[in-house]
T-cell receptor
Framework: KQEVTQIPAALSVPEGENLVLNCSFTDSAIYNLQWFRQDPGKGLTSLLLIQSSQREQTSGRLNASLDKSSGRSTLYIAASQPGDSATYLCAVTTNDYKLSFGAGTTVTVRA | DAGVIQSPRHEVTEMGQEVTLRCKPISGHDYLFWYRQTMMRGLELLIYFNNNVPIDDSGMPEDRFSAKMPNASFSTLKIQPSEPRDSAVYFC?????????????FGPGTRLTVT
C-alpha cells in the first residue's frame, strides 16, 4: 500500500522568506505526483502536476521537483506572501489509478 | 466547462437518517472518484468508477455506505443509516483516461454533519 508522508506538519515563516515543503512516498511505481492547496473549509486547488517521467514543474513562484527513484518531492514557494497561508497536500497516482494523499503541511506566512 | 459539481454543499442531518450526496463529473471524463476528508484520517479514497462501473470499493467503510453511477454524468454516494462519525467533507473528482497525466479534478465538496 502506498504511504505518503509530508514534513513538516506545520510551518510558520515571515513574509518574503522562501518555503520548502517535503513529500515522500513508499512505492516509486507512480504515474504522477500532484501538489494541492486547501484553504480552511474549502476544496482542493491543484497547483502543480509532475508526470513520472518529469523531474520538475514550475508555475510562477512555485516549483516542484520529483525524484521518483528515492520517492521524494519538494515544493518550493519563492518570496512567500500572507496569501500563501494554507494547507498544502501532496498526492501520488499509483498503478491502480488511485490517488494517495499525505496529511498535509499547514503554512502560516506572517506579515 | 463548469468543473465537477457537487450537491448539496452542506448537509446537516440527524443520526439514523439517510443521506444522499450527488456529483456531476466533467463532461467527457470516464473516471469518477469519491473521497472523504476528516481531521483524524485525512483524505481517503472511498470508491471509484470507470465508464460507470465500480472498479474498487475497498475504501468504503461499511455496508451503510453505497455508491452508484447510473450514467456518465451523475453519481450518488448514499449513507443509510447515518452516524455522527460519518461527519466529514466528501469530495468527488473526475478524470479522463485519454489524458495521459491522469490528473484528477476535484469538486468543491459536501460538508456533512450528523448530529
Amino acid at each position: 500500500k502506498q504511504e505518503v508522508t509530508q514534513i513538516p506538519a506545520a510551518l510558520s515563516v515571515p513574509e518574503g522568506e522562501n518555503l520548502v515543503l517535503n513529500c515522500s512516498f513508499t512505492d516509486s511505481a507512480i504515474y504522477n505526483l500532484q501538489w494541492f492547496r486547501q484553504d480552511p473549509g474549502k476544496g482542493l486547488t491543484s497547483l502543480l502536476l509532475i508526470q513520472s517521467s518529469q523531474r520538475e514543474q514550475t508555475s510562477g513562484r512555485l516549483n516542484a521537483s520529483l525524484d521518483k527513484s528515492s520517492g521524494r518531492s519538494t515544493l518550493y514557494i519563492a518570496a512567500s506572501q500572507p496569501g500563501d497561508s494554507a494547507t498544502y497536500l501532496c498526492a501520488v497516482t499509483t498503478n491502480d489509478y488511485k490517488l494517495s494523499f499525505g496529511a498535509g503541511t499547514t503554512v502560516t506566512v506572517r506579515a | 466547462d463548469a468543473g465537477v459539481i457537487q450537491s448539496p454543499r452542506h448537509e446537516v442531518t440527524e443520526m439514523g437518517q439517510e443521506v444522499t450526496l450527488r456529483c456531476k463529473p466533467i463532461s467527457g471524463h470516464d473516471y469518477l472518484f469519491w473521497y472523504r476528508q476528516t481531521m483524524m484520517r485525512g483524505l481517503e479514497l472511498l470508491i471509484y468508477f470507470n465508464n460507470n462501473v465500480p472498479i474498487d470499493d475497498s475504501g468504503m467503510p461499511e455496508d451503510r455506505f453505497s455508491a452508484k453511477m447510473p450514467n456518465a454524468s451523475f453519481s450518488t454516494l448514499k449513507i443509510q443509516p447515518s452516524e455522527p462519525r460519518d461527519s466529514a467533507v466528501y469530495f468527488c473528482a473526475s478524470s479522463f483516461s485519454w489524458q495521459r497525466n491522469y490528473e484528477q479534478y476535484f469538486g468543491p465538496g459536501t460538508r456533512l454533519t450528523v448530529t
